[in-house]
């Protein structure tokens, strides 16, 4: 089905790589977490293809590539948070188009929720100093449901918290953990073109869609 003909009623929109450019916020916070703990540093490359399975992955992966010992699990999880939540947005920016294209969406009459797998306790800070927060009727974390994208739970629940359809209620993201969520729970899905998908072309999730801008997506809308 077109995204026309699907008739949304709403959109859940991901955070990091679809409407924030947060690499350099990782970047920051695994530095100075590796070096409390005396750890090598890890590229930026590798940060950029491990984004976006929620930042317990992110730093479990991390820890394998510099070949640190099991102990440090949770020292590295511990001094992450904390430097992460210390400069969290300072390291960031928001893409061009997104403000636009949140406007437009909300115009087109679509309730808008922002779904994350990134940790609640991250995401409500960033979206607020970004002047994010206000287009956003609900917004939920990676710790929020028991499983994360791309396990569909978290977009039913989203829908459910809605009270709209998942065939009425598109997800908007830039990775194939959005798509397969997608997918999985029954939502149409437009992916962008320039955030991260671990190191893949996000053509090969197939999406319904692919966007440069955000604002590229209320008219694919209106027919
Ligand atoms: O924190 C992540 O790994 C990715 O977060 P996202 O779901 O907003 O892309
Ligand atoms: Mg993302």
Same mark, same amino acid.
């Given at each position: 089905?077109? +995204? *026309? ?7 859940? /929109?991901?955070l990091?790589? &679809? ?24 590229? #930026?490359?590798?940060? =950029?293809? &491990?984004? @976006?399975?929620?930042? $317990? ?5 991390c820890?394998?590539?510099? @070949? ?5 699990? *949770?020292?590295?999880? $511990? ?18 188009? /997104?403000?636009?294209? !949140?406007?437009? !969406? #909300?115009?087109?009459?679509? #309730?808008?929720?922002? !779904? ?8 409500? %800070? +960033? ?22 994208? %791309? ?11 809605? @009270?709209? %359809?998942?065939?009425r209620? +598109? ?28 190191? $893949? ?5 197939? %999406?319904?869609?692919? =966007? ?5 997506i209320?008219?694919? +809308?209106?027919?």
């Open positions: 089905m077109s +995204l *026309q003909a699907a008739n949304l009623a709403a959109a859940i /929109v991901d990091d790589g &679809t409407m924030v450019d947060t690499v350099g916020d990782f970047e920051a916070a695994i530095g100075l977490a590796w070096a409390d703990l005396g750890l090598h540093p890890v590229g #930026r490359d590798f940060i =950029v293809r &491990t984004v @976006g399975k929620g930042s $317990e992955h992110l730093i479990a992966q820890l394998a590539a510099v @070949g640190a010992p099991a102990a440090l699990q *949770q020292p590295a999880w $511990e001094r992450y948070q904390h430097h992460y939540l210390a400069i969290n947005g300072r390291h960031s920016a928001v893409y061009p188009g /997104v403000v636009e294209g !949140l406007q437009a !969406l #909300r115009a087109a009459g679509l #309730r808008l929720v922002c !779904l994350t797998n990134k940790p609640g306790a991250f995401a409500r %800070p +960033l979206l607020a100093s970004k002047g994010l927060d206000g287009h956003f009727e609900l917004v939920f974390g990676g710790d929020a449901f028991a499983h994360k994208k %791309p396990h569909p739970l978290p977009l039913l629940k989203a829908c459910e918290a809605l @009270g709209t %359809p998942p065939s209620t +598109l997800m908007v993201g830039d990775s194939s953990n959005d798509a397969a969520a997608a997918r999985a729970a029954g939502c149409p899905v437009v992916l962008v073109s320039y955030g991260y998908n671990h190191g $893949e072309p996000v053509a090969s999730a197939q %999406p319904d869609a692919i =966007v440069a801008r955000l604002d590229a209320a008219p694919l +809308l209106a027919g």
